[in-house]
Antibody
Framework: EVLLVESGGGLVQPGRSLKLSCAAS????????MAWVRQTPKKGLEWVGT????????FYRDSVKGRFTISRDNTKTTLYLQMDSLRSEDTATYYC?????????WGQGVMVTVSS | DIQLTQSPSTLPASLGERVTISCRAS??????LTWYQQKPDGTVKRLIY???TLESGVPSRFSGSGSGTDYSLSISSLESEDFAMYYC?????????FGAGTKLELK
């Protein structure tokens, strides 16, 4: 069974950094593009970015370009989201998702709160 | 960015009823549309992709249709576990964008 488990969330001050992880199992991780999606009560669901199956290509929404970096380690079957220069508007629940005709299988999500 | 307008935002319905949720795109998305169900605990499940392809394990009472800019999700006979939030998403181009959601609630 496909399983995606996010970790690394928590409370962080504005301007600081945080790195999320997503441990994948139950499928051949290196065959799939992967995505991060976030959700806030105000803005709803937002696609954050996608990384290709081999890590060779990444795509981001404009509001996180230059601040967030998606990476992956196919040997550890883990997806990452490095978040720098965090802002209050980055406060959200972050989901990782296996990309197949769009984000298909989702993890359970992890909360990130950016506040002083 | 492609905007998705989802309607209605709230849909009161009864058990056994047939319901339809609409998703309209600001430009053609060439059937690159998916539908998701989100439960109150935050769990997200994809129901349909490519407009009308049912995800494995999803009951056949769910169906999707549409083309161009207009798409819809239908549930033929509501069961208790169907009362949840529903979202559409387009993946024809980046950034992928979501509709604002429809809350399907018990009348």
């Amino acid at each position: 069974e496909v399983l995606l488990v996010e970790s690394g969330g928590g409370l962080v001050q504005p301007g600081r950094s945080l790195k999320l992880s997503c441990a994948a199992s139950g499928f051949t991780f290196s065959d799939f593009n992967m995505a991060w999606v976030r959700q806030t009560p105000k803005k709803g669901l937002e696609w954050v970015g996608t990384i290709s199956f081999d890590g060779g290509s990444t795509f981001y929404r404009d509001s996180v370009k230059g601040r967030f970096t998606i990476s992956r380690d196919n040997t550890k079957t883990t997806l990452y989201l490095q978040m720098d220069s965090l802002r209050s508007e980055d406060t959200a629940t972050y989901y990782c998702a296996r990309q197949y005709y769009g984000p298909g299988w989702w993890g359970q999500g992890v909360m990130v709160t950016v506040s002083s | 960015d492609i905007q998705l307008t989802q309607s209605p935002s709230t849909l009161p319905a009864s058990l056994g009823e047939r319901v339809t949720i609409s998703c309209r795109a600001s430009q053609s998305i060439s059937n690159r549309l998916t539908w998701y169900q989100q439960k109150p605990d935050g769990t997200v499940k994809r129901l349909i992709y490519s407009t009308s392809t049912l995800e494995s394990g999803v009951p056949s009472r769910f169906s999707g249709s549409g083309s161009g800019t207009d798409y819809s999700l239908s549930i033929s006979s509501l069961e208790s576990e169907d009362f949840a939030m529903y979202y559409c998403l387009q993946y024809v181009t980046y950034p992928h964008t979501f509709g604002a959601g429809t809350k399907l609630e018990l009348k």
